[in-house]
T-cell receptor, first 114, second 112 residues
Framework: DTEVTQTPKHLVMGMTNKKSLKCEQH?????MYWYKQKAKKPPELMFV???????INESVPSRFSPECPNSSLLNLHLHALQPEDSALYLC?????????????FGSGTRLTVV | GQNIDQPTEMTATEGAIVQINCTYQ??????LFWYQQHAGEAPTFLSY????GLEEKGRFSSFLSRSKGYSYLLLKELQMKDSASYLC?????????????FGTGTRLTVIP
């Protein structure tokens, strides 16, 4: 299995809703990432988990809450989002030490906040 | 902070060669990646450079000069399917993590 799987592929949520994005990989990668990508813009790093511990939080608002239950799963809990949070949310994983094969990205969750 | 620059758009002809440049100024450097991203899809890995010089992989080559903070991606024998965004990304050197920061991306259009 050489894929990063993200669910759901599409999500529409209201500003008062609570929802979660899920990401799964079975490549034995020990680093996992959340990126946010707005239309026609590059991905922006949000969070990095290394060995299931949060190692980087790029000043992301608290309405985004990441969770890494185990080495294969990464969640992003969403609460009280704003319309400007609408974007493509990409999950990625990599080997912790070398990353020579690059980062493997999931196909993303397209989130619309109404 | 991180500053990674690429041209916004480029157009090239099918069968030709195109070079996409990337300049970077980052707090730490531990490798530079090139990714291809078609509209609405996830980025896919193309190449990785950590030492100066040229890395060749089929129709794609990538070059790095660390002293100049400069890289380029060279695409040969362009095909219509190469129309996509090309993202330059730099990995920082924070201990215990592999953070990856993306440039602005270059949207390449291949015309017949």
């Amino acid at each position: 299995d050489t894929e990063v799987t993200q669910t759901p592929k599409h999500l529409v949520m209201g500003m008062t809703n609570k929802k979660s994005l899920k990401c799964e990989q079975h490549m034995g990668h020990r680093a996992m990432y959340w990126y946010k990508q707005k239309a026609k813009k590059p991905p922006e790093l949000m969070f990095v988990y290394s060995y299931e511990k949060l190692s980087i939080n790029e000043s992301v608002p608290s309405r985004f809450s990441p969770e890494c239950p185990n080495s294969s799963l990464l969640n992003l809990h969403l609460h009280a989002l704003q319309p400007e949070d609408s974007a493509l949310y990409l999950c990625a994983s990599s080997q912790e030490i070398t990353g020579l094969s690059g980062y493997t990205f999931g196909s993303g969750t397209r989130l619309t906040v109404v | 902070g991180q500053n990674i620059d690429q041209p916004t758009e480029m157009t090239a002809t099918e069968g030709a060669i195109v070079q996409i440049n990337c300049t970077y100024q980052t707090s730490g450097f531990n490798g530079l990646f090139w990714y291809q991203q078609h509209a609405g899809e996830a980025p896919t890995f193309l190449s990785y450079n950590v030492l100066d010089g040229l890395e060749e992989k089929g129709r794609f080559s990538s070059f790095l000069s660390r002293s100049k903070g400069y890289s380029y991606l060279l695409l040969k024998e362009l095909q219509m399917k190469d129309s996509a965004s090309y993202l330059c990304a730099v990995r920082g050197d924070q201990t215990g993590a592999n953070n990856l920061f993306f440039g602005t991306g270059t949207r390449l259009t291949v015309i017949p």
